[in-house]
C-alpha cells in the first residue's frame, strides 16, 4: 500500500538527535491515494463524489472517441455513395450510347452480332461491378451499427448524470444543515452540564465500555473545543477497540497533531500501529514499533511494539 508525504514519522525513528520529537500526521486521510483510509465523514462524501466525477469523465472521452470514429465511418459510406452515383451516371451515359448505335441500321448481321455481344458484355461487368459496392455498404453499415451500440451501452444518461448533481446537493444542503444546528440550540442530554462534567461522564462511559454513548459525549466536547486532543484519542481507542482501524487511525493522527507531548502518547503510538499492521501498512507500522522502542526504551509499550515487530513478516 503506497501512502503520500501524509506519513510523518516520529522524528525517533529518523535522525537519532531528533529523539525528543513526536509524530504530526498519520498515513491516513489522503483523497489521491488509490485506497484511502481513515477518512472523515465529510472526506468520505467527497471521496465518492470524487469518484463519480472521474467515471463521468471517462465516459465522456469515451463517448467522443466513438462519435469521431462514427464520423469517420460516415464519411466513408458518403464518399461510396457519391463513388456509386458517378458510376451509375456513367454507366447509363455508356448503355444510351450503344443503344443508340443499335438503333442505326447496321450493314449486316455480323456487326448486329457484335454489337449485341458488347452490350451484354458491358450489363455483365456493371452488375458485378454493382454487386461489389453494395457489399462494401452492408460492411460499413455492420461497423457503424456497432459503434452506435457501443455509445449507447457507455452513454451517460440524463438520470445518471441529475442523481450525481443531487448528491452533491444533498451534501451541500447536509453541511447547511449541520451549520444551522450549531446555530440552533435544541435541548439536549448536556443542558446544565459543565464541559468538565461532560468530559467526568465521558469516561465513566468508556470505563463501562459504553463507547457508542462514550462516543458521543466526546464529540461533544470536540465540538465545544474542550481538550479536543484528549477527546480525539479517546475515540480512536473506542474505534480501535471495535477494530474500526482506519477511523481510528484518523482519531490518533488528529489527536497527535493537537498536542505530540500527552502521558497517553506511548499508547496512541502502539495502537497506531497495529492498526496500521491491521490495514496492511506494514511499512509504516514497522517504523511506529521502532520509534516506541527508541522513544520509551524501558517501557512496556516498548516490550509489546518490539513482540509485534518481530512477528511482520
Known sequence: MKYSLLVVLFATIIPSSLLADEPSAFGAGDLSNPQPYGLTASEEVLLQNKQKLHKIAVKSNNQANEVDSLRERIDGLQSIIESLSEKAQENKKNIKNIEQLNATKLKNSDEYEKRLSEVSQLNSSVSQKNLEDIEKIKLVIAELSSLIDTINTTYITKDEFNTLVNDVNDFKELVAKELSAKKTHKKSDFDGMSSAEIAKKARELYKKKYYT???????????????????????????YYRKNYAEAIAYFKKSASLYSKASYMP??????????EKTGDKKNAKAFYKGIISKYPDSKYAKEAKKFLDLIK
Open 213 to 239: 454513548k462514550s462516543i458521543e459525549y466526546y464529540t461533544h466536547l470536540i465540538n465545544k473545543n474542550y481538550k479536543p486532543a484528549n477527546a480525539h484519542y479517546m475515540i480512536g481507542e473506542m474505534k
Open 267 to 276: 499508547v496512541l503510538m502502539l495502537h497506531t500501529a497495529v492498526a496500521m
